[in-house]
């Protein structure tokens, strides 16, 4: 049994993508938390994500494709030697392989794109993401130990395992959100 637990716990690691998000109605999370079945990855998807993990993940932390529908990520691909102020390059081949990668797991859901027409380039700025987020005080987030909404990883504790649950969340200097 233990046995078991722990290779589902690698399966998830390895998926390298979000199971518990709202991609069709976003009140309906504890649906998907038991709907969610890892599918195994091949050698080069493995490959692919770890790729993903180390050049998209060394200055932030590496944002699931999922957040994002893949207009905005196809216009993140091609501006990243305007990233944000920083120089974000790739060499060609990483940057086909990436593109693919979040291209091919981008969400398809339409609100996720930003008001107004225009295409989002931050999660954080998301209709979906301010409304998941609306009632957080600002202090929590402008704080020192978090910094911006973009550090996703510094309140939900098992984001890097794509994993959102609200008992997960510590949010630094004040604790569980409940
Ligand atoms: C050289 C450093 C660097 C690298 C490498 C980098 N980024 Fe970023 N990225 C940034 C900075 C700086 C920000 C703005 C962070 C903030 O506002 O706190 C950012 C923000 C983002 C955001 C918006 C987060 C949000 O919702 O607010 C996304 C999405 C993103 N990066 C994707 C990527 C992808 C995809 C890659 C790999 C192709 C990548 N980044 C590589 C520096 C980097
Ligand atoms: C300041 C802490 C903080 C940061 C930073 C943060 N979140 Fe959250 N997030 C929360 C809290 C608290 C909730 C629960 C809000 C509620 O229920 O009212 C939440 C809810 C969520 C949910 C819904 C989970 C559910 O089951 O209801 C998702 C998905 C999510 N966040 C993703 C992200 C992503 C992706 C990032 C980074 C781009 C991020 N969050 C950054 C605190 C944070």
Redesign the pocket.
Known sequence: MRKLLNLSVAALLLAGGVYLYAEDEHEEHEHHASSFVAKPMSKQEKATVLL?QK??????F??QPE??PKR??DK??NS?NN??????T?DPSD?KT?QNY?VSHASKNDRMTGMGGEIA?????TPN?KHEHREIPKKMVTQADV?????CASCHTKAASGSYREREIRIPNYGSWE
């Open positions: 993903y050049e998209c993940g060394a200055c932030h590496a944002y957040f994002l905005s990520w993140t691909m990243l990233h944000f102020g920083t120089d974000a790739l940057h990436i979040l380039m931050r999660i954080s700025e993401f910094k911006s909404f973009a550090n």
